[in-house]
């Protein structure tokens, strides 16, 4: 054979030897690739049964409110999560969170994990945003000071923020009123609110509803009413509503008593209303003194003829109503009875009677109390 031809010929051997070689690698090759696919299969399942899966037994086991306080990163968030029993400590919540594409997008806030919910939906909640709402109740005749209170014992903020707030002169212009506190515009109501919110969104929804009841009520038509009855400013009628609406909690009596204040503002007379000058009193301890009615103030309706300087609380709607539609009586005073209501007078001797009256069957009461113990 030539030397050209064995060339030839171990050439050919090579390239079969490589091919046959080659063949073999590709059976690795194809078992390699089957592998990796087994192995990315299997994690994603893993992942998946996790997505799907209660974190917690049980479902009748109640609700965990839980706070995520502002600017949480992930890792401060899963630990919150993890510390308060929402979630168990498993790598996957993170690998979870990363395959929904929403690490980073966790969002602060007061949340409710109801037992049931799956830890992708438990993701989701957070991502979405949807936070837990408290209601807010304000009662009728509450004022600044009460509402404070109430916002720090329930929700976590500082009365004296809200204080702040409902007293700062351009945030009040920015709600388009010109006066010098919110006192008497933050409506009594139920509102939902939730833990970080700010405050200045809270007080607006306040106001906006005092807004909306206010217009209501003016858009009715008045009843008649006294001639020559003073005409009111709005600020003057959220004034008078703040005085009935402390003087009497019976609805059918807020228009009579209306009526009686504005019959002696008619009349140039003083409005001696005692839950003004109790306003006026800083740490009132309950009594009110003849020293406290004769002490001047800027509320002391006693020492001082006309409205007091401002709003003593925050008026509901019928109180609001009563003094835009008062009723048409000429009273002139009323006296509070035993059972709660008030009766109501035209002259100062038929009131005199009334009130020695009224105040005998109150001692008759109180000493036949102190007799029965």
Not at 69 to 80: C, E, H, L, Q, Y
Not at 117 to 129: C, F, P
Not at 167 to 172: A, G, H, L, S, V
Not at 188 to 206: A, H, K, N
Request: hydrophobic share 40%; charged share 20%.
């Amino acid at each position: 054979m030539k030397a050209g031809d064995k060339v030839k010929q171990l050439l050919r051997d090579g390239l079969a030897t490589w091919i046959r070689r080659g063949r073999h690698w590709q059976k690795w090759l194809v078992l390699a690739l089957f592998a990796v696919l087994a192995i990315l299969l299997g994690f994603r399942l893993w992942v998946s049964s996790y997505a799907s899966s209660l974190p917690r037994s049980g479902s009748g086991q109640e609700s965990i409110v839980v706070y995520i306080p502002p600017d949480s990163g992930f890792v401060a968030i899963r630990k919150t999560l993890i510390d308060n029993h929402v979630i168990a400590e498993d790598i996957r919540f993170g690998l979870l969170a990363r395959r929904m594409g929403v690490v980073g997008k966790l969002q602060a806030g007061e949340y409710s994990f109801p037992a049931g919910l799956s830890n992708q939906a438990i993701i989701e909640k957070l991502a979405k945003g949807e936070v837990y709402y408290r209601p807010l109740t304000i009662p009728e005749g509450f004022n600044i000071l009460q509402i404070g209170d109430l916002l720090a014992s329930g929700f976590g903020y500082q009365s004296h923020d809200f204080l702040q707030q409902v007293r700062n002169e351009k945030f009040i212009r920015s709600l388009g009123l010109d006066v010098p506190s919110l006192e008497g515009y933050l409506f009594p109501d139920t509102y939902l609110v939730t833990r970080g919110q700010m405050l200045g969104e809270i007080i607006s929804m306040m106001v906006r509803r005092f807004n909306a009841v206010f217009a209501e009520i003016s858009k009715q038509d008045h009843l008649p009413g006294q001639p020559g009855l003073p005409k009111l400013s709005q600020h003057e009628v959220v004034i008078l509503a703040s005085i009935v609406e402390k003087e009497t909690a019976l609805p059918e009596e807020r228009p009579l008593i209306a009526a009686v204040f504005l019959n002696r503002l008619k009349n140039n007379m003083k409005l001696q209303a005692d839950p003004t000058v109790i306003y006026g009193i800083n740490d009132f301890n309950g009594n009110i003194t003849r020293k406290d009615l004769i002490t001047p103030s800027p509320y002391n309706t006693y020492t001082q003829t006309g409205l007091p300087v401002g709003p003593i609380a925050n008026p509901g709607k019928e109180s609001l109503a009563a003094v835009l539609h008062p009723a048409d009586v000429a009273y002139l005073y009323f006296v509070a009875k035993n059972d709660g209501s008030h009766y109501f007078s035209t002259s100062l001797e038929e009131h005199n009677r009334a009130v020695i009256r009224f105040q005998k069957q109150r001692r008759s009461a109180k000493e036949s109390a102190l007799e029965k113990k």
